[in-house]
């Protein structure tokens, strides 16, 4: 299952590639810079090399404000899922080299209106646990240091001007998109009290969901991350308190708690969560959702169905949220994909996905400047013909 989720995150840039959304921005690559001084702390990737992240530096009205994304890819649970990320990026700086930085991370006003002359930061993502993990597997030599690496990176970027930031931005996708919702307050936490300070979770909503043959395949993926890799001690007590704390992985039992205005971006029918959670292949099989759950066309009418009792759940949890706070924002479009702030298509510019007409870097820079309040929430499928649908 993990090689799978792993594959699914490749699919996700290489499709982007064909996409030719790579070729209008080849040139912003962006170098690694290795935390060097971060193995002293023991804030180490899996393989025990260091942590490393890419900055652009900011200029003009956004000299003195600060993104910071985390990177996400997936998460693995278990000695063979870890031991195999060691040999990619995922696992080790080893096999890092620099990126591009698109959408949310473009330097161009053009893409990027609100943040694009801000400072910008991807943290690499090297720990397989959503940066919280807590320990050290002796028989592989695995280093589960996730919440080092945090610590380390913030530190350092701290010392780079962070410090006497305006104002500051943390967002993530996917698995960075959890390790937003673990953070957030923490991030906070780093800053003067005058320090704006908001947070983004793009994709990062996974729902603790009864699949297609009746399991909860998320829920034994989270257990054995945090079980393995020792994660329930970085996990906010007022949740392991109420709750087993392999529950307290998924946001939507953290969300309520969380002090710092936070925006959730995220489809109504996300497609990793249906490729993996709803519709794994362990449950799946040969059956009928073989084909449907690669390809929405390809679904019936019972199957969409299943669809629409999971958006039905994704947008209560959605609304709940919104109500809890008056700062927070909300945008859950009816597309079918995965990850919408860091592919420049989905962002911004030509024929972005909207709702009522906004699109979604006008919906986050709206909420974070408080420019309107932002309660986004799309009418069912099939009604949206503003998506950028993805199809395995
Ligand atoms: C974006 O950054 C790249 C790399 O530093 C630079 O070459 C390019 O001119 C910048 N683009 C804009 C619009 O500032
Ligand atoms: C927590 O939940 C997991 C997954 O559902 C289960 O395997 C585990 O036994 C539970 N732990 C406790 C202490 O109840
Ligand atoms: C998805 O399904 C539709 C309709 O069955 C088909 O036309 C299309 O080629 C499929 N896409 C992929 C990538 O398989
Ligand atoms: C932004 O809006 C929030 C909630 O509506 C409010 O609490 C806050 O004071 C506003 N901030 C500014 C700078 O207007």
Not at 282 to 298: E, H, I, M
Request: hydrophobic letters at 35%; charged letters at 20%.
């Amino acid at each position: 299952m993990n090689f799978l989720l792993l594959i699914g995150f490749l699919v996700l840039i290489s499709t982007w590639w064909v996409d030719g959304g790579m070729g209008a921005f080849t040139d912003l690559m962006v170098d690694l810079t290795l935390v060097k001084s971060a193995i002293s702390k023991g804030a180490v990737c899996l393989d025990g090399t260091p942590p490393g992240y890419h900055i652009q530096r900011g200029h003009g009205s956004g000299a003195n404000n600060w993104l910071v994304d985390l990177e996400g890819g997936g998460w693995c649970n278990d000695k063979w899922s870890c031991m195999y990320r060691t040999t990619t990026a995922l696992g080790s700086s080893k096999h890092m080299d620099k990126i591009f930085f698109p959408a949310i991370l473009s330097n161009r006003s053009e893409e990027n209106p609100d943040f694009y002359n801000w400072n910008r930061v991807r943290v690499r993502y090297c720990d397989g646990a959503s940066f919280a993990g807590e320990g050290y597997y002796k028989e592989s030599g695995l280093y589960f240091r996730g919440r080092r690496i945090w610590s380390a990176v913030m530190e350092e970027l701290m010392g780079l001007g962070m410090s006497s930031a305006q104002q500051a931005l943390l967002s993530g996708c996917s698995a960075g998109g959890v390790a937003s919702v673990l953070h957030c307050d923490n991030f906070k936490a780093l800053f003067r009290p005058q320090t704006k300070v908001k947070c983004l979770v793009d994709a990062g909503l996974f729902l603790d969901y009864v699949d297609v043959s009746g399991q909860r395949g998320l829920r034994s993926l989270f257990d054995g991350v945090v079980t393995f890799q020792g994660v329930a001690q970085n996990l906010p007590e007022r949740c392991t308190s109420r709750m087993n704390a392999s529950l307290c992985f998924f946001p939507e039992n953290l969300l309520n708690g969380i002090k710092t205005p936070m925006f959730l971006l995220n489809t109504a029918y996300d497609t990793w969560q249906i490729e993996n959670s709803l519709a794994p292949v362990s449950a799946v099989k040969d059956g009928p959702w073989k084909f449907c759950r690669l390809n929405y066309t390809k679904c019936d009418s019972s199957q969409i169905e299943f669809l629409q009792g999971f958006r039905k759940r994704m947008t209560t949890v959605a609304e709940s949220f919104y109500q809890s706070k008056a700062t927070n924002g909300l945008f859950i479009n009816s597309c079918f994909t995965h990850g919408q702030s860091v592919l420049p298509g989905t962002w911004h510019g030509k024929n972005y996905p909207s709702i009522t007409n906004k699109g979604i870097a006008q919906s986050v820079g709206d909420w974070y400047f408080n420019r309107s309040k932002v309660k986004l929430i799309d009418c069912p499928y099939p009604c949206d013909t503003t998506c950028h649908n993805y199809v395995s």
